[in-house]
């Protein structure tokens, strides 16, 4: 277990150096450079002016002079300033991020109170009318597109039948846990419902093939009660298969949250990015980039460690 | 040489299998209409009918006109045009890549092996619609960009699926017999490798065209694709959000052609994954 463990943690922080070169690229793409993307047309700079502000900005370094300059700043907590609000970035995604990831959490939430459930349904009663609907709603959750499901939520749950705020938004869990809830629980379910069909889908195949492993047949040939055999020794390992897509589900979630935050106005890490995108405020671009994707690589780690606790199987591979 | 999964590879087998038939009937339909848009007897996509605006569907307008008294049936289907267009090229790009990059990782073994896949590792490490994102931020709004942001995201699927099977395949008898022939690792790759790969790829490429087409549209949505007037799903869903209260065909239209694009692809990357191999029937 230990070599196990030590081999994760030792390609963590590659991982991270990776990512923190792509993301750094993502402004270094940029057709001419950022400071003439970020001036647009509107203003013209003499050709002087223009070497000074990249040398003001250290954009006429050599790119790995660059990089290791700016991860030194991000290191020590510094990842600039936005130019829209003029708030270090830090402090515009530390405001946001608490709410992105409440709504990462209820909608791993949904997808698992549904998924779960439908799966087992389908597994356990192959051909029966729950079999087909678990079925149909593992296909169509994965063909819905969140932004069309929550438009359509908005539609009929706020503007036909006034469950939900009209114009979205959200509401700090401290200050009024109800509200919380009431502006959370679409997006929620619009970010969750694809997810859902994705553990769904999982599940059922685990658990399929564990209902049909030798083991399984001598529990029943010993003559314990089918609930017992499900719940006792075909769900345990049914479930490991379930949990290894977990990891590679919340980088779905994060993914998923940019979009259905812009639809229901939640003002979340997402829409921070998205505006941060349309207004050029790269520095803002960088960071939400950054701390989503670091996010989603503690993520997958912390899973395969859990994988490995799970099944010892797998700590040998 | 003998292929050994080529065998499997038959219309036949497909035409049994009830998801695939379903699935290529959708992706055909919707093939065709972004083919034959231009011959079909429908209005010009972007041109504005001040009377039309906001109509309900009916016999002259069967899916009605959007806020600028377009005919929304007729961009819906331009709208498949470009939609296709951008998830054919863009997971064209990601085959040709990710298939090159996990052939050449899985034959030559070794630093290129570490090196190809721990680059991949990264490109896995962003969450996909995140990394699409961040690509199209850096390179501008516009559709071409969007082909590049999304074969970016998927080369490392595809190159993780073909390595994997690369490495067993370059161990198997025939793949020795042809180095033992004095065969050049270029042809060994390319006569006796790849054909073994279809049937992997076929399933894969059916599943990734899925993505693309969700992809493009959430890009599309947030502004980052097609920018109006042009017909694009994601672009006209965003506009009927505007007045979905007064109109809600222009919302409910546009995704459900999203919706069926999706889920045919989806069901002809299961059905083909059933016919060719078996074993993940499922």
Do not use: C
Not at chain 1, 106 to 127: D, F, H, N, T, Y
Not at chain 1, 293 to 307: E, G, P, Q, S
């Amino acid at each position: 277990m230990t070599a196990y463990l030590l081999k994760r943690l030792v390609s963590l922080p590659l991982t991270l150096v990776g990512v923190s070169v792509v993301t750094f690229l993502f402004v270094r793409l940029i057709p001419g450079d950022a400071i003439t993307a970020r001036l647009g047309t509107s203003t013209v700079l003499s050709p002087e002016q223009l070497s000074r502000m990249r040398a003001f900005f250290g954009l006429d370094q050599p790119l790995h002079v660059q990089y290791l300059a700016w991860l030194g700043s991000i290191v020590r907590g510094d990842a600039g300033y936005s130019v829209r609000s003029g708030q270090p970035v830090t402090v515009e995604i530390a405001g946001r991020l608490p709410v992105t990831l409440e709504l990462a959490l209820a909608a791993a939430i949904v997808a698992l109170a549904l998924g779960i459930p439908l799966g087992l349904i389908s597994a356990l009663r192959p051909s029966t009318v729950p079999d087909l609907f678990a079925r149909g709603f593992g296909l169509l959750g994965l063909a819905l597109p969140n932004f069309w499901l929550g438009t359509l939520l908005i539609l009929f749950f706020a503007r036909y039948l006034h469950w939900m705020p009209n114009t979205g938004g959200y509401v700090d869990l401290l200050a009024d846990p109800a509200a919380n809830l009431r502006f959370l629980i679409f997006p929620a379910l619009t970010l969750g419902i694809a997810m859902a069909a994705v553990v769904m889908r999982t599940t059922r195949s685990a658990m399929l093939d564990v209902l049909g492993t030798d083991y399984i047949r001598t529990a029943h040939a010993k003559g314990l009660p089918a609930r017992s055999v499900v719940e006792r020794h075909a769900l345990k390992n049914g479930m490991i298969v379930v949990i290894t897509i977990l990891g590679i589900q919340v980088g779905y979630l994060l993914g998923g949250a940019v979009v259905v935050e812009e639809v229901f106005a939640v003002p979340g890490l997402g829409r921070l990015l998205l505006n941060a995108i349309s207004q050029r405020d790269y520095a803002v671009v960088q960071g939400g980039v950054l701390v989503i994707a670091t996010l989603f690589v503690f993520a997958n780690t912390i899973v395969d460690v859990l994988y490995g606790f799970i099944d010892p199987r797998i700590r040998f591979t | 040489m003998a292929s050994s999964t080529r065998e499997y590879v038959s219309p036949r087998r497909l035409l049994e299998n009830k998801a695939a038939v379903i699935g290529l009937a959708i992706v055909a339909v919707y093939v065709f209409l972004a083919i034959g848009a231009d011959w079909l007897p429908l209005r010009n996509p972007v041109q504005i009918v001040p009377a039309n605006r906001l109509a309900g569907p009916s016999w002259s307008l069967p899916l009605g006109g959007d806020s600028f008294g377009r005919d929304l049936l007729s961009r819906i289907v331009y709208g498949a045009r470009l939609s296709l267009q951008v998830s054919a090229s863009s997971v064209s790009i990601a085959l040709v890549a990710g298939t090159g990059l996990g052939l050449l990782a899985g034959y030559a073994g070794g630093w290129v092996d570490q090196g190809i896949m721990r680059a991949m590792d990264v490109l896995f490490a962003f969450p996909a619609v995140l990394l699409a994102l961040g690509i199209v931020a850096a390179l501008g709004p516009d559709p071409k960009n969007v082909i590049i942001a999304i074969g970016v995201v998927y080369t490392p699927i595809f190159a993780r699926v073909v390595r994997a099977p690369v490495l067993a395949l370059k161990e198997r008898e025939f793949v020795d017999a042809a180095r033992g022939l004095g065969a050049r690792a270029s042809r060994i790759i390319v006569r006796h490798i790849l054909p073994n790969l279809l049937s992997v790829l076929v399933v894969q490429v059916s599943i990734a065209l899925s993505w693309a087409v969700l992809t493009e549209a959430s890009l599309s949505f947030l502004g980052l694709s097609a920018q109006p007037p042009a017909a694009s799903w994601g672009v006209m869903l965003n506009d009927g959000r505007q007045s979905v209260e007064l109109a809600p065909h222009l919302a409910i239209f546009p995704g459900l052609a999203i919706m069926l694009a999706v889920l045919g692809f989806n069901l002809l990357g299961d059905g083909l994954r059933d016919v060719l191999d078996p074993r993940l029937r499922r």
